[in-house]
């Protein structure tokens, strides 16, 4: 059973414009992260949040995480070349309080057209 | 700062062999994890290790597999015999935080394992 469901899994679109991937479950998280791997490399994180509803920004990618802690979603404003890429997000379910053990979800396989 | 080194980068093997997989972490790193990654499965923790100490083992697929860590500095990932089926991206990564938890992985870039 898969614990953390990504959608699209696949996405691709036009240089400039906007595109919002999503991160969901039945189960409750003591924090997520988003990574982004790129072809022959490691993931690498963008972002960790924590608290119910937190919004964070990292230049032209917003990150939000739910209310009920159950799921987050990753939107890019005009998108470059450069965010091509998998987009991974990894959490720890609250059960795992002091586990360091991530669960990581299918990914989503994001393409930007020049 | 060099991040964490794998070793080797490729490797390609024929079914039966063993395969012996090194990982060295991130200098003062308290955690290590090894990781596969395939197509079909996605990312999939295999174990870790926190101050050289096998924490969670439930992801290692069967006795194939092994995994040892004798020092702060290096782990190796074995697997005897090996089978076409162990076809992946084999990535390690260590963490600063120990099981305080919650805090950043670092990624090596990957070992890819072909057996034929």
């Known amino acids: 059973t898969q614990l953390l469901e990504q959608s699209p899994q696949f996405l691709s679109i036009q240089e400039g414009e906007n595109l919002t991937v999503y991160c969901n479950s039945s189960?409750?998280?003591?924090?997520l992260q988003w990574y982004r791997q790129e072809p022959g490399e490691g993931p690498v994180l963008l972002v960790t949040?924590?608290?119910?509803?937190e919004v964070k920004k990292l230049k032209r990618l917003t990150f939000q995480f739910g209310d009920a802690r159950k799921d987050s979603s990753l939107h890019i404003t005009a998108a470059q070349p450069g965010d091509t890429g998998l987009y991974l997000c990894?959490?720890?379910?609250?059960?795992?309080?002091?586990?360091?053990?991530?669960?990581f979800g299918t990914g989503t396989r994001l393409t930007i057209i020049p | 700062d060099a991040g964490v080194i794998q070793s080797p980068r490729h490797e390609v093997t024929e079914m039966g062999q063993e395969v012996t997989l090194r990982c060295k972490p991130i200098?003062?790193?308290?955690?290590l994890f090894w990781y596969r990654q395939t197509m079909m499965r996605g990312l999939e923790l295999l174990i870790y290790?926190?101050?050289?100490?096998?924490?969670?083992d439930s992801g290692m697929p069967e006795d194939r597999f092994s995994a040892k860590m004798p020092n702060a500095s290096f782990s190796t990932l074995k697997i005897q015999p090996s089978e076409p089926r162990d076809s992946a991206v084999y990535f390690c990564?260590?963490?600063?935080?120990?099981?305080?938890?919650?805090?950043?992985?670092?990624f090596g870039p990957g070992t890819r394992l072909t057996v034929l």
């Open positions: 290790f926190n101050n050289n100490v096998p924490i969670d």
């Open positions: 189960s409750v998280f003591s924090s």
């Open positions: 990894a959490a720890r379910p609250i059960s795992n309080f002091g586990n360091e053990k991530l669960t």
């Open positions: 200098s003062g790193h308290n955690s």
């Open positions: 949040v924590v608290t119910g509803g």
């Open positions: 990564a260590s963490s600063p935080r120990g099981l305080a938890g919650g805090g950043e992985q670092f």
